[in-house]
């Protein structure tokens, strides 16, 4: 199995190097690892952020690459454990040790090319010949023992990436869940936005939804009314979600739903439906059987425009929502 595997990595090697060197990618670990992992095709969303960056900027640059590492090979979840920490790290020192090393090697190997064929314009004996055939020899066979060395340490540190992988998804669990709705997190919701849009166009929408007076029925009913009603809501816009939606809880009764293939005016068509959906409940809480008064949602609907970025396009909606309530409530805003 070991050989079979140190096989597999020297595969995808022969075809992940010449595509660094190609694009003069530098020898980093990030940079080994991120491209180990585009020649696999085991991640097509690392694929697809690589051929995105690429054709945009026509290189990868290395905080691009630090970022796809931790994003697809091994996700941001690290900081989160102290415990993983040392594991990390010593992966990350094995790996730059090991990257050192071989870079030292392939550059010397690119010198003994450099005096054989320097040596070869001159060389017209066979005595020659066959010092510069042993010499060549030998220096390749030294080479490929520096590789097969490299890919064994490669090898080693993917099967602890992998590990590491396994235990941090778990906990991205509890990182990136909302205890009191279950649904994701404001933590959640920026990495679900980051991995939309390397791939958006003008089809990537925003809906910032927010409970009308939320703090009147706190103070009219109790907390705990709010709380269960904070639940509630959550519960009713989950189940009106479309495909390709996703929806975190922020803070308080703000809610954001990202939707994904969906261009402003469907936004704006379901953003409607929501709001009436919400405003037509009949809601009870259901430890005094007290109906509360109408509820009513807010929402700011905004679509991603060319290269906006995430902050641009989150304050966009965040105004949209403002305006919403500033003008009446139990509205939409979708300039």
Known sequence: MFRKNIQQVNRLMRTALPLMTKLNIAPTPYNYGIWYEYASNRTPQLNQAIDSTLRKFSILPDFVSKELFYEFVLPNERHHSISQSPRLNDVANDLESSTKKISKDVSNFEQTLFKTRKV??????????????????????????????????????????????????KMRQDVEIDPMTQLANRKGFERQLFAYLPYAEDDLTLLLIDIDNLGLVNAEYDKRVGTSLIRYIARLLHSLLPEKAFIARLEGGKFVIIVSEMELSLASQFAEKIRKEVSSQKIRYK?????????????????????????????????????????????????
């Open 120 to 169: 070869l314009k001159t060389a017209n004996k066979p005595d020659h010949l066959e010092k510069v055939v042993n010499y060549l020899e030998k220096e390749t066979i030294k080479v490929n023992k520096a590789t097969e060395s490299f890919n064994r340490s490669l090898l080693e540190a993917q099967e602890e990436l992998e590990q590491l992988k396994i235990e941090l998804a």
């Open 287 to 335: 430890n005094t059987k007290t109906l509360l008064k109408q509820i009513t949602i807010s929402i700011g609907v905004a679509t991603l425009l060319g290269e906006e970025s995430s902050e641009q396009l989150i304050t966009r909606v965040q105004n949209n929502l403002d305006h919403a309530k500033q003008t009446g409530k139990n509205r939409i805003v979708n300039h």
